[in-house]
């Protein structure tokens, strides 16, 4: 998502394309960096590293401090998207999850413009034994800054397989910030008063690679061995984590308290050669899209939101809509305390390949003039702004070897080229997926009664590129051989419902972590 929306802002404004925010954020903070000589690593620059570094230069520059500013380049690949004058392409990019599906045969209306691989730590490495005090990296991938971190102030090697392991799990957990304090938690009902203004979290990563993570003691959120089970389950896509400087197997993963508050301890990842190849993200401009929404109130709602779709059916029959839905969002109230109780949402959502196609004439008067012909208590958002096309970018996740990208750390001019990994392992695309082997038949548990799953379990779910997962984890080991005999991926099927579309599911289990994945 950041790489289609700063490519959406390169193409309009070259000097664009960075996180703003980062700029504004160190705007605030630089003195106090410069006075407690921190050193600052950041993945900002996102698709126009080299045009933050220049302004976190001129920054520096104009409040006299001398710092050392360096790039890492590398991850911007899209000169492999240019085609020969054979019509091919100088490299075939196979998709990261279906390894027979080119890039080639995305779809044919689309035309990649740009491309960024995930590169990994040792540009990052190189950079601080040069002596840079804040390192300006493009798509690095999350857990590169702290990998890269603690491999120089512990001499790493390549090969350290286990410590680098290590810190890559660290990066893991602390890379969303609050998540690792609180937030996206769903046991945060327990500390709901002391969830405001969340502090970011801390992880202090020993010589070994295993970490504490914890978080200022004058700022608020809480760390306990839950909120960071539940992160170390965001993104998760089966035991083994893959990064283009390691392969962290968090099979025996612990999270553990340690007598101080707000700390856990992390231990058990072993680590492994990285795979000769990493991720990349192809864009590509999309279309344009709009929306709209509808407010349904009262009594008949299904049939209040089937009268709004007939219509709609009608006006947009001949369309050039590339993608049309109306969804209803919520259910029906009997006998609610108020208007706002019982209203539910009619969403209305379109997308065209051409601009023209999603125009005002083509979409916003369309919508507009059904006002008079709608159903009773017709109620329409008023923001029309929402019904303006807005460009928006797909996405083809791939892979791509290590070796043929050129990473690069510069510092004070100085440009350090940085080789692929020198050993590598390869791992199977389809990860491995079993059902509990310890199967107890369910009725053994005794008298049951009806209650939502997270009454009892706790849930985190992520997304990577077009896979999606959940990890599903209880707090006591008594109920842990209930929830592995429970969460067969039959289960799961049958608790998503309507939203199950039939696509495959993978299942394995963390038991040092009472925790079962899909």
Not at 421 to 448: C, K, M, N, W
Request: include cysteine; charged fraction near 20%.
């Amino acid at each position: 998502m950041n790489i289609a929306w700063e490519s959406i802002r390169k193409a309009e404004d070259p000097e664009l394309g960075y996180d703003v925010g980062f700029l504004r954020q160190l705007t605030e903070c630089l003195d106090d960096i410069a006075e407690r000589k921190t050193k600052i690593i950041t993945n900002a620059g996102a698709m126009n590293a080299p045009v933050l570094a220049r302004k976190v230069e001129e920054l520096c520059q104009s409040r006299g401090h001398d710092l050392v500013v360096a790039t890492i380049l590398g991850d911007d690949v899209s000169y492999l998207l240019k085609q020969g004058k054979s019509g091919q392409r100088a490299l075939e990019l196979p998709h990261l999850d279906h390894q027979n599906q080119l890039l080639e045969d995305w779809d044919p209306d689309l035309e990649p413009t740009c491309a960024a691989a995930y590169i990994g730590a040792w540009g990052i490495v190189a950079a601080l034994r040069e002596g840079a005090d804040i390192i300006i990296c493009g798509r690095v991938t999350a857990a590169s800054p702290v990998i890269g971190a603690a491999a120089w102030w512990y001499g790493w090697s390549e090969q350290s397989y286990d410590q680098l392991a290590g810190a890559l799990i660290a990066g893991h957990l602390i890379e969303c910030g609050p998540y690792a304090t609180g937030a996206n938690f769903s046991g945060f009902k327990q500390f709901l008063s002391e969830l405001v203004d969340l502090a970011f979290p801390i992880a202090e990563i020993t010589p070994s690679g295993t970490c504490y993570i914890t978080k200022p003691d004058s700022m608020n959120g809480v760390v306990n061995k839950f909120n960071i089970t539940s992160q170390l389950l965001y993104e998760l896509q089966g035991q083994m984590y893959l990064n283009p400087d390691v392969v962290a197997d968090i099979a025996s993963i612990r999270i553990e308290e340690t007598g101080r508050e707000n700390c856990v301890s992390v231990t058990g990842c072993k680590g492994l050669p990285p795979p000769a190849t990493t991720k990349v993200m192809v864009a590509a401009p999309g279309g344009w899209q709009a929306e709209t929404t509808y407010y349904i109130n009262g009594l008949d709602v299904q049939e209040k939101a089937q009268m709004m779709k007939q219509q709609l059916q009608s006006i947009f029959s001949g369309s050039k809509l590339s993608k049309f839905s109306a969804e209803l969002y919520g259910t029906q109230v009997d006998n609610p305390s108020s208007q706002q109780a019982g209203t539910v949402m009619l969403r209305v959502f379109a997308q065209a390949r051409r601009k023209e196609d999603i125009a005002a004439e083509k979409f916003k008067i369309p919508l507009y003039s059904l006002r008079m012909q709608s159903y009773p208590g017709y109620h329409m958002n008023l923001d029309f702004r929402t019904m303006e096309p807005k460009q928006f970018y797909e996405i083809f996740p791939a892979t791509i070897p290590q070796a043929t990208i050129n990473h690069e750390a510069v510092v004070a001019g100085k440009t350090i080229s940085i080789p692929p990994p020198r050993r590598t392992q390869h791992y199977p695309v389809q990860r491995p997926s079993s059902e509990t082997a310890t199967a107890i038949d369910l009725e053994s548990f005794g008298p049951t009664e009806r209650r939502p799953l997270g009454a009892v379990v706790h849930a985190r779910s992520g997304d990577k590129a077009n896979n999606s997962n959940a990890g599903f984890f209880v707090r006591h080991a008594d109920e842990y051989p209930w929830l592995q005999s429970l969460l067969t991926v039959n289960k799961l099927k049958e608790l998503l419902q309507d939203d199950y579309a039939g696509h495959s599911i993978e299942r394995c289990e963390f038991s040092s972590i009472l925790a079962v994945h899909l």
